[in-house]
């Protein structure tokens, strides 16, 4: 059976190799272990069956991934508000200048709202357009709305020495307005210390406000506030956070970062039920607990959120790491709040009429569902951003001389498109024309219908399909009824095999 699913693997990912796996059982071994390195050198190991899964339906949806990982595609940029910023961010620009405009409207007090897709593509970014459009929704996406309204362009993402970029650079070029290297916060490529727009605004006595679906310790959120060579030192970040009195309002996952070594979270708060976690620290310390002694709020439910009083600052933590995935949410999920909820919670507590102030919103489920060549996870985490576009817009129109908003992202993740494919000449589109001649196409450029189709038949996110599935019946059985996608016993052999040592992989 295995010896049968090496030569599986090889047709499916290395069609060229195909001649060599059906050689000698030695010279069958080494192809494999081959495989097995390239597998690990450019998707890492733990995702192939996310790949695989795509390369296998690819032919039915015509989405094409070309990687697991970041890219160096150019990301959309909407804005609008006052001309005097949004005109620096139209056209094509590098991601830094993004910091510098949003230093340059701190400077002039004016409101701040942005909001980060993180890995969010063109294409991405397309996916819901493309939904209404099918639907004959005439109503446009807040990014249409936006761009169209205000400005647009592309953002070019890359790190001060390469092309490809992580969310710790690429965040800290748009917070602080200077690129740095792969995987520092909020520091120059020598280690020196930035200062960021959000640093800046609390200089000037704004409201300020860190919301993400992520952890709030993760890369994007991070670069507003701290200061590292590594963004994987979450616990040092999670105590500059503390120490830094710079974020007002802060909401996000990443609790284990907060609580002391050798405890859960159930030990100290009330709603235990979805906090049933260990601490992710090293030491003693309750940064919970040293928040609240700085006269910090603390809630950990959309109960708490919304009972909230808004003379005083608050840190929510709603989850271990991230948030749960906005296509996996359902009756067990609704006493954690979505991005849409923090989001607009956040704005009505710092916004009043004695100060001005800056929010920094992040949609981080793009980029783990792209990272799991997940398109109909991405859809829907592309949704959610629409929506709180949709609250911030409406911030932005209650004083839309004193208020910036932006969109964009940090980077591109998967190298997400949908492409056309051909067809043999038995499916061949026909059609006969006003003048008699007859029109024959075999290439097929997925129809509305079926793009739609596609879309709305996936209840979960690949990584729960998959994690979920524990033999091939059942993995089989899973991918239809949840992802809408009929495969074949050796199809499902191949991915259970790929899911041996299955672990979700983020970046």
């Not at 070309?66 to 991601?95: M, R």
């Not at 919304?306 to 006493?335: C, H, W, Y």
């Not at 219908?449 to 399909?465: A, D, F, G, I, R």
Request: hydrophobic share 35%; aromatic share 8%; glycine share 6%.
């Amino acid at each position: 059976m295995i010896k049968r699913i090496y030569q599986i693997v090889c047709i499916v990912l290395f069609a060229g190799a195909i001649t060599a796996c059906v050689q000698s059982t030695a010279k069958e071994t080494e192809l494999h272990e081959n495989l097995v390195n390239s597998e690990s050198e450019f998707w890492f190991q733990r995702s192939i069956s996310h790949v695989l899964l795509n390369r296998i339906v690819s032919k039915k949806t015509q989405v094409v991934w070309s990687t697991n990982f970041h890219t160096a595609a150019p990301v959309p940029i909407g804005a609008v508000g006052p001309e005097k910023y949004t005109k620096k961010l139209q056209g094509i620009i590098q991601n830094d200048s993004i910091g510098r405009v949003l230093k340059e409207a701190v400077a002039d007090n004016m409101n701040v709202i942005l909001v980060i897709g993180d890995g969010m593509g063109n294409m991405h970014m397309a996916l819901p357009v493309y939904k209404r459009y099918a639907e004959k929704n005439k109503k446009p996406t807040m990014f249409e709305q936006i761009m169209k309204e205000g400005t647009c362009g592309y953002v070019y993402t890359g790190t001060s020495r390469g092309l490809v970029t992580g969310s710790a650079a690429s965040g800290t070029a748009i917070a602080c307005g200077q690129k740095t290297l792969m995987n520092m916060i909020g520091v120059d490529s020598t280690g020196m210390m930035l200062e960021s727009a959000m640093s800046l605004a609390k200089k000037k006595n704004y409201k300020t406000a860190l919301v993400t679906d992520a952890g709030i310790t993760d890369a994007t959120p991070a670069a507003f506030y701290a200061h590292i060579f590594d963004r994987d030192l979450e616990n040092r970040v999670a105590m500059q956070l503390l120490l830094c009195d710079e974020v007002d309002v802060i909401f996000g996952g990443g609790a284990s970062r907060f609580i002391p070594k050798g405890t859960k979270f159930s030990d100290f708060e009330q709603y235990a039920g979805q906090f049933d976690f260990d601490s992710s620290r090293k030491d003693s310390l309750n940064l919970i607990e040293e928040f609240k002694k700085k006269s910090y709020q603390f809630c950990c439910s959309t109960e708490q959120l919304e009972q909230l009083k808004k003379e005083k600052k608050v840190l929510g933590l709603f989850a271990e790491g991230g948030l749960p995935a906005p296509i996996n949410r359902d009756s067990s999920t609704m006493n954690i709040p979505t991005v849409k909820e923090m989001g607009e919670k956040a704005l009505e507590l710092i916004s009043n009429n004695q100060s001005p102030y800056f929010a920094m919103i992040e949609c981080a489920r793009i980029d783990w569902e792209a990272h799991d060549n997940d398109i109909g996870a991405v859809y829907e985490a592309v949704e959610d951003m629409n929506r709180v576009l949709e609250s911030a817009y409406a911030y932005y129109k209650k004083d839309p001389e004193k208020t910036l908003l932006i969109f964009t992202s940090d980077h591109e993740t998967g190298g997400l498109e949908i492409a056309y494919r051909k067809m043999p000449k038995e499916e061949a589109f026909r059609k006969k024309l006003a003048n008699g001649d007859e029109w024959i196409n075999l290439t097929n450029p997925l129809s509305y219908k079926q793009y739609l189709t596609n879309l709305n038949q996936q209840k979960k996110t690949v990584s729960k399909v998959l994690s979920g599935s524990h033999s091939t019946q059942e993995l089989k059985q899973n991918i239809h009824r949840l992802l809408g996608f009929k495969i074949t016993d050796e199809e499902a052999e191949l991915l259970l095999y790929s899911m041996t040592d299955y672990k979700k992989y983020k970046d």
